[in-house]
Each structure stands twice: as C-alpha cells, then as structure tokens.
C-alpha cells in the first residue's frame, strides 16, 4: 500500500509571509494524483490544490504553489503572503491512478501569527 | 447546491448497538467513500465504491460494512459497535472523469461518533 508521510506535525507563519509544508509519499506506481487539502476549525474538507503525476510543471492556484519533485517523492505545498485564514490541518493525499483509493498523511496544523 | 450530506452529524451509542450513518449526494458522482479521522493519523479509509453495487475495502474496514444500491446514496453501517471505534466520519465523493480535476472529491461535513 501507499503510503504519505508529513514530518511537521505542526507549523508556524507570521502573518504576510511565506510558509512551506513537506509531504513525501512513498509507490511504486508511475501515474497517480496528489493533492492538498485544508481542514479549518469547522473540520470542512476543502481542497486546496492537485496535480497530476505525469505533469512536470507544478500547479498553482493563486497564493498556493507545489514543488513537485516525482524522482523524490515529494510534493511539497508553498503558501505566499500567509493569512489568518490560511490557519488549519493541511493534509497531503495520493490517489491511485485508476480505482477510488486515497491515502492520506498524518496532517500539518499550521498557525498564522498576526 | 452541489453537496455531501451525512446524517447525524453527532452520535453518542452505547457498545454492540448497530448504528447507520447515511451519505447522500446530489452530484451524480460514480466514486463515493468513507473515511475516519483519528488524532494524529489522519484520514484512512474505510470503504469506497466505484458505482452502485460496487464497493471495495479501503485501509480499516474491520468493523464496518457498506451498500450501494443506489448512485447518490453509500451508509456505512456499524453492526457492533465498539470503543475504538469512536472516531470522526467523513463521507466523499467525486466523478470517474480521467482528470485530476474530476477526482476532486467532494466531503460531507463530518459525523461525530462516540461509542462508550
């Protein structure tokens, strides 16, 4: 089975500044999908960003960018000029390429300091 | 609106009373899933199923039986429940597109469970 692992279990940010959250996964496989979600105090899952393995450029969705490094493993999520909204769980995620199998990492709390 | 919807969203039972929780959503999606969150391990799941009448065991099904008899609709059933089985639920799902952007899941807004 896949497996995700996020070293931070938790993080900090000041407010305005730039903040990098680590995942590394670890397959076998050569084609799958990853994503980030946030998790907020109201424990909604919301999806933050995705990419797609066979994809050399990394994604971006506004202030969120990934490093996706395949021959590494790792897909690392970058937040610019932090907000105090940005507060929550980040959770890493693969996806097998076919099927609905999903794995997930332990999570990342991450606190914006004013 | 385009939703997950799961019900109760809090459950405090006793051990060995079979509980149902329900997951419904309203966006044709084939794929639909169950997941726990558990304090320092994330969300594993339990469940999944690719379309009605198909379902396959995720990370932690022991304990846990699902049905698919219907596209929208995915309960995850607990026939005996036990302590160690008091978790945070999350129903999701998502479209069999062959995009990233179609496996987007969509979650439900969680079930608190609490069995004593």
């Known amino acids: 089975a896949q497996t995700v692992t996020q070293s931070q279990p938790e993080m900090s940010v000041q407010e305005a500044e730039t903040v990098t959250l680590s995942c590394t996964y670890d397959?076998?496989?050569?084609?799958?999908?990853l994503f980030w979600y946030k998790q907020p105090p109201s424990r909604q899952m919301i999806l933050v960003i995705r990419?797609?393995?066979?994809?050399?450029q990394n994604a971006t969705e506004n202030r969120f960018s990934v490093n996706f490094q395949k021959a590494a493993k790792s897909f690392s999520l970058k937040i610019s000029d932090s907000q105090l909204g940005d507060a929550a769980m980040y959770f890493c995620?693969?996806?097998?390429?076919?099927?609905?199998?999903?794995?997930f990492g332990t999570g990342t709390s991450l606190t914006v300091i004013p | 609106e385009a939703q997950v919807t799961q019900n109760p969203r809090y459950l405090i039972t006793v051990t060995g009373k079979k509980l149902t929780v329900t997951c419904s959503q309203n966006?044709?999606?084939?794929?639909m899933s169950w997941y726990r969150q558990d304090p320092g391990l994330g969300l594993r799941q339990i469940y999944y199923?690719?379309?009605?009448?198909?379902?396959d065991k995720g990370d932690v099904p022991e304990g846990y039986k699902v049905s698919r008899k219907e596209k929208r609709n995915f309960p995850l059933i607990l026939e005996s429940p036990s302590p160690n089985q008091t978790s945070l639920y999350f129903c999701?799902?998502?479209?069999?597109?062959?995009?990233?952007?179609?496996?987007?899941?969509?979650f439900g807004p969680g079930t608190r469970l609490t069995v004593t």
């Open positions: 999701a799902s998502s479209s069999a597109g062959y995009r990233a952007s179609s496996y987007e899941q969509y």
């Open positions: 397959t076998s496989e050569s084609d799958y999908y």
């Open positions: 990419q797609e393995a066979y994809k050399q």
């Open positions: 995620a693969y996806r097998r390429y076919t099927g609905n199998q999903f794995y």
């Open positions: 966006m044709n999606h084939e794929y």
């Open positions: 199923s690719m379309n009605v009448e198909v379902t």
